[in-house]
């Protein structure tokens, strides 16, 4: 089955303590992207990959890293998580680009910073 | 997911109704238009696209209306069903550098009663 996988979908942190959240995909997708989504906000680009060893800032990187070793794994790192990141994060994946905006979403990993 | 949907517009209808769900984008130069659909729990789905040429595209039981005049979307359901419900997404796809650049709108909820 086509998708895009997360892991923790739920994790409770206290402030400072690094963590990764995980996604993967078996689709082949080049591009991948992580998301962020808070109430009344819609959804805000974190970091997005265009392929292999190619990671760009989206609209809100700051407290945010990524690293794309390989094709299908995408993982978000958060260094040092403060309250402010507390959030529902998607990792996403598009088939190829430039496209008509059909991204592939995970389930979501719910994150609460103490 | 459902703390998400708390603080947007909601928009009730009955079952075997027909609901509009509007969207208004900020981007002349956008190339296509997207709505997703996110139910409680699960990550955004995509629904259907239009491209910016085209004022009108119809899927199953979906249409979208594209004005350009006044920079807005819309979605049609026909026969609205409970498993409408929902949280639903427009979002606006320009192409800029050789990549895709999303823009998600904050979101209408779609509740449907027996």
């Known amino acids: 089955e086509a998708q895009v996988t997360q892991n923790p979908r739920y994790l409770i942190t206290v402030t400072g303590k690094k963590l990764t959240v995980t996604c993967s995909q078996n689709m082949n997708h080049e591009y991948m992207s992580w998301y962020r989504q808070d109430p009344g906000l819609g959804l805000r680009q974190i970091y997005y990959?265009?392929?292999?060893?190619?990671?760009d800032k989206g609209d809100v990187p700051e407290g945010y890293k990524v690293s794309r070793k390989e094709k299908r794994n995408f993982p978000l790192i958060l260094e040092s998580p403060s309250p402010n990141q507390t959030s529902l994060y998607f990792c996403?994946?598009?088939?190829?680009?430039?496209?008509?905006?059909?991204?592939?979403f995970g389930e979501g990993s719910r994150l609460t910073v103490l | 997911g459902e703390s998400v949907g708390l603080h947007l517009p909601t928009l009730s209808v009955q079952e075997g109704d027909n609901s509009i769900i509007n969207c208004a984008y900020s981007n002349s130069a956008s190339d296509y238009f997207i709505w997703y659909k996110q139910e409680s729990g699960k990550g955004p789905q995509f629904i259907i696209d239009i491209r910016s040429n085209m004022d009108k595209r119809q899927g199953q039981r979906v249409t979208v209306l594209l004005n350009k005049t006044v920079k807005h979307l819309s979605l049609q359901i026909a026969a609205t069903q409970p498993g409408d419900s929902a949280v639903y997404f427009c979002?606006?796809?320009?192409?800029?550098?050789?990549?895709?650049?999303?823009?998600f709108g904050a979101g209408t909820r779609l509740a449907v009663h027996p």
């Open positions: 990959s265009m392929n292999v060893e190619v990671t």
């Open positions: 996403a994946s598009m088939g190829w680009v430039p496209n008509t905006g059909e991204l592939f």
């Open positions: 979002a606006e796809n320009l192409f800029s550098g050789g990549y895709n650049k999303l823009i």
